[in-house]
């Protein structure tokens, strides 16, 4: 018996940011795709994850019309501030760059993009699990899926998108291994937490304290999002409130934090990861499928529509022009993203925290690092663009 079968252009694996906008942005150029997810529509939607976008990014959301609410979600941050040494240290954006950052959650994002999707007829098949792939060296790359009754078809594309997260399935047609790329893992992580609470500051705080890094971030009016360094190990419900807020307000040295009830807490790990290949034929990999940043500087979800934005570039090319030349460039231009991003997301990292080891000179030196870069216009500037961003390179 054959099994079904369902004809696309474009087969995407994962409906987060990535795959819903990379189908979105087809679609504007009349190329059909299917978006399978193996979670259930709530469960996306539902997942709050942290989101500061760039300037390029909220600008491309608006301008391509795949979100509605940018302007009445999003909420513009114009600066943040350092604290090191006991003082607070602002990095004036706009000042800078003529440009800001947002801070838009996640989940916002693709709340908007699921249902400007559905919205335009989009095929999204949630709770739809994929299981194999095969023809990955021909014309035709297939996912074979399991649909939420139990069915089992097969999806034949002209093209096939792994857009499925840092445990993708996709990675290893491409690059022929689970793990391989260049990987660094580090001696810290964050333990965060979600608290009903006004704001405690107006902008985002980045603070170095004798204690180790502390983040001060933002939901709404009512809700905030605080993070504090720990141990990769730690239990997050070892502490109770009294003490958590302690530990908090001790990482934040002449601040004083507004506290609320703590509704949720969590330990989230810090890995550096660019997978050895992009690309094989007719099977593209973006996102976190492709690489992980740590969390410090929130490039995660930027750098995952960097990557949209050139793929969208290079298919159209291939599947409207039979040009497959910006296909072929596609890998080297994303890591040129990739690789400034990952800079980034570690220097931001090193100039924050302090590994457990970490001697009196490693502290001071560190402190030395902060103060000449607070003390020069073009230190600040060289942190202001990377944070807002930079234009996205197109193919
Ligand atoms: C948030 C997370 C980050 O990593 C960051 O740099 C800024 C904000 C957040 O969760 O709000």
Known sequence: MTRT?????????????????????????????????????????????????????????????ATRNTATVAQRHDGIELWFDGDSHRVDFVGLTGKNAYLYPQHEVLIDLIATRLELGQDIRFETTATGISAADGTTPTVTVHG?????????????????????????????????????????????????????????????????????????????????????????????????????????????????????RDVLRFRSFVASAMRRGRVAIIGDAAHTVPPTGAKGMNLAIADTVLLSGALRALLNENDSRPLDDFEDRALERIWKSQHFSWWMTSLTHLTPDASDFDRRRQLGELRALFDSESGQRYLADFYVGWPFAML
């Open 5 to 65: 079968t369902v004809r696309t252009q474009v087969a995407i694996v994962g409906a987060g940011p990535a795959g819903l906008l990379l189908s979105h942005l087809l679609a504007a150029e009349g190329i059909d795709s299917v978006v399978i997810d193996s979670r259930t529509r709530e469960n996306i939607e539902g997942t709050v994850k942290a989101g500061t976008l760039e300037y390029g990014t909220v600008q491309l959301l608006q301008d391509s019309c």
């Open 148 to 264: 939420p009754e139990g069915d089992e078809y097969d999806i034949v594309a002209d093209f096939l998108v792994g857009a499925d997260g840092a445990r993708s399935l996709v990675r290893p047609v491409v690059t022929g291994s689970t793990h391989g790329g260049s990987f660094r893992e580090y001696p810290f992580a964050w333990l965060g937490i979600l608290c009903r609470a006004p704001r405690s500051n107006e902008e985002l705080i980045y603070s170095n304290s004798p204690d180790g890094f502390a983040l001060i971030s933002q939901r709404t009016d009512t809700v905030q999002r605080m993070y504090i360094q720990c141990d990769p190990d730690t239990d997050p419900n070892a502490l109770s409130e009294a003490e958590l807020w302690a530990q908090f307000q001790r990482h934040v040295p002449g601040k004083q934090l507004i506290e609320g009830p703590i509704f949720q």
